[in-house]
């Protein structure tokens, strides 16, 4: 199995920016889909972006489209999230998972991903 730690949460003015990272341990890292889900307040986990194993395609939600960039260094065991032009509406906890769903590209539904990390904050004042 595979552990996720992320990290790079935190507090953000709207329209700023924050990078998250995911650092992964145990199992090879690159043989993993990976994915940026988040929950906010009362609402269910969303799919923000995804990530193939090789890391040539990615995928967006149409809410962060233009404004977030996923992207990971497998050398490294890491996984990234560039969040740019914040909104208040961002605000959530943010987790990264990893799939082994067979195929090549990261899949959007959260019961595809097998592995979980613990989640980090985000918070965006208008």
């Known amino acids: 199995q595979v552990q996720l730690v992320e990290s790079g949460g935190g507090l953000a003015q709207a329209g700023g920016s924050l990078r998250l990272s995911c650092a992964a341990s145990g199992r090879t890292f690159s043989r993993y889909h990976m994915g940026w889900f988040r929950q906010a307040p009362g609402k269910e986990r969303e799919f923000v972006t995804g990530?193939?194993?090789?890391?040539?395609?990615?995928r967006y939600a149409d809410s962060v489209k233009g404004r977030f960039t996923i992207s990971r260094t497998n050398a490294k065991n890491t996984l990234y999230l560039q969040m740019n032009s914040l909104k208040p509406e961002d605000t959530a906890v943010y987790y990264c998972?990893?799939?082994?769903?067979?195929?090549?590209?990261?899949?959007?539904?959260?019961?595809?991903?097998?592995?979980w990390g613990q989640g980090t904050q985000v918070t965006v004042s208008s």
């Open positions: 998972a990893a799939s082994e769903v067979v195929g090549t590209t990261a899949p959007r539904r959260d019961y595809e991903y097998r592995y």
């Open positions: 990530i193939s194993w090789i890391g040539g395609s990615t």
